[in-house]
């Protein structure tokens, strides 16, 4: 249930006074502080210095600058002033469904999510890079990898204008490919469709409670029907009476004499009742 604490590690990371800090908290703030850095960094003349963190296909495979692979996240351009406010969006976002995606996995397996989300698109970038040379900086797809997760835990939560999380996530899956379509941007398409798999398996396979019903259901309509087998009808054992009914009946008799009548037991009465109507029918 959205909201709800379902993990036993949701624990804080550390408290400031009154006020608990969760890894989500954090990271938003190291993402905050770096942003003012890069700022400070640009107006200084300390722009060359960025080159060496934003991912570069040719550097990394060219040069050994394999740490790009993790640092591109943490470089954010100030390009413009609506770079600066996509970038606060960008944080909130982390931070409201971040810290419910926390809630719900734990402390450390967010930890473990938040770093596949960093580093596996781009290690398919640097594969890529082997054709043609891709380059990215932000963690705008790291984070939008976190609401993908989000809508994955809570598909049926209703967001902006009464519209679900997971219509939501699809719409901004659909504006995102056909944007990157229409710009012939190769690097961005690739994170996309590395990102929300990676978000969605990780999830997938954590078991995320009751609500992830919906992406059984939706594989069980792909699989292929059960096929049915004819199961033979099984026939009740018939029981093969001795030809001989003395022979059968002589132990029955011996206990009668020693025991009396009284001491058989049902089979054995059941038993003795066959002999009767055999030898009635016999002497018929």
């Not at 408290?15 to 107006?43: D, E, K, N, Q, S």
């Not at 809508?151 to 659909?174: C, D, H, S, Y």
């Not at 944007?179 to 398409?189: E, I, K, P, R």
């Not at 009808?233 to 022979?247: G, I, M």
Request: proline share 5%.
């Amino acid at each position: 249930m959205f909201g709800v604490t379902t993990s036993d590690d949701y624990q804080p990371v550390t408290w400031v006074g009154r006020h608990p800090i969760h890894v989500t908290t954090l990271l938003v703030a190291l993402h905050v502080f770096l942003m003012v850095l890069t700022c400070f960094l640009t107006a200084f003349g300390g722009a060359g210095f960025l080159n060496f963190l934003v991912f570069d296909s040719a550097q990394v495979l060219g040069l050994g600058r394999v740490w790009q692979i993790v640092t591109y996240a943490f470089v954010h351009v100030p390009y413009s002033g609506s770079a600066l406010l996509w970038f606060a969006v960008e944080m909130y976002m982390l931070f409201a469904f971040g810290r419910e995606v926390e809630r719900f996995l734990g402390r450390r397996v967010f930890i473990v999510l938040y770093v596949l989300l960093l580093w596996v698109p781009t290690l398919f970038l640097t594969l890529a890079g082997l054709w043609t040379r891709l380059g990215m900086a932000g963690s705008g797809m790291i984070h939008f990898g976190i609401f993908i997760a989000f809508a994955t835990i809570f598909p049926n939560v209703e967001m902006l204008l009464r519209i679900q999380a997971k219509w939501v996530a699809l719409i901004l899956v659909g504006i995102g490919t056909l944007t990157a379509l229409a710009l012939h941007d190769w690097a961005s398409m690739l994170l996309l469709w590395t990102t929300i798999p990676t978000a969605m398996l990780f999830i997938h396979l954590r078991g995320a409670g009751p609500e992830l019903v919906w992406w059984s259901d939706l594989k069980s309509r792909w699989q292929p029907k059960p096929k049915f087998h004819v199961v033979p009808r099984s026939t009740p054992r018939r029981v093969v009476e001795p030809e001989n009914v003395h022979e059968s009946i002589d132990p029955v008799l011996d206990k009668i004499s020693k025991q009396g009548i009284n001491s058989l037991t049902a089979s054995e009465r059941r038993a003795l009742e066959r002999a009767r109507n055999r030898l009635l029918k016999k002497s018929t």
